[in-house]
């Protein structure tokens, strides 16, 4: 029993994740949010959150994730309202239509943290 309930979170991470018929990885955490997995980094985990997901790569340049991802969901039709910038942090609020999304990248010395929620 406690097998089941510890690959529970794997599930769940598993029914997140579509992979696109052009080979990249896509990330669906709405069905309004959705983004492609960074090429050129390793992923070493995917976590879902409430209302998101957190996604670590292992990589030494975190500001060339924030564009890719950056550009990605302006690519989708979302648009940029805000950006902040702060030692090892990257910050972004976006607007499609009603919804808003939030992209923060964060730089741990290697390890490189992506959060991004749907909402307030």
């Given at each position: 029993?406690?097998?089941?309930?510890?690959?529970?979170?794997?599930?769940?991470?598993?029914?997140?994740?579509?992979?696109?018929?052009?080979?990249?990885?896509?990330?669906?955490?709405?069905?309004t949010?959705?983004?492609?997995?960074?090429?050129?980094?390793?992923?070493?985990?995917?976590?879902?959150?409430?209302?998101g997901?957190?996604?670590?790569?292992?990589?030494?340049?975190?500001?060339?994730i924030?564009?890719?991802?950056?550009?990605?969901?302006?690519?989708?039709?979302?648009?940029?309202?805000?950006?902040?910038?702060?030692?090892?942090?990257?910050?972004?609020?976006?607007k499609?239509?009603?919804?808003?999304?939030?992209?923060?990248?964060?730089?741990?010395?290697?390890?490189?943290?992506?959060?991004?929620?749907?909402?307030?």
């Amino acid at each position: 029993m406690r097998r089941i309930f510890g690959m529970l979170p794997l599930l769940v991470l598993a029914w997140a994740l579509e992979v696109n018929p052009s080979g990249s990885m896509e990330l669906r955490i709405t069905a309004t949010l959705s983004f492609n997995l960074f090429p050129q980094a390793v992923v070493v985990e995917r976590l879902p959150e409430p209302q998101g997901l957190l996604v670590v790569y292992r990589y030494s340049q975190a500001e060339a994730i924030f564009r890719y991802h950056d550009e990605d969901l302006r690519r989708r039709g979302w648009v940029r309202v805000k950006y902040e910038v702060k030692k090892d942090e990257w910050k972004a609020e976006y607007k499609k239509g009603k919804a808003k999304a939030k992209l923060s990248v964060k730089d741990k010395k290697g390890r490189v943290e992506v959060r991004l929620k749907e909402g307030d």
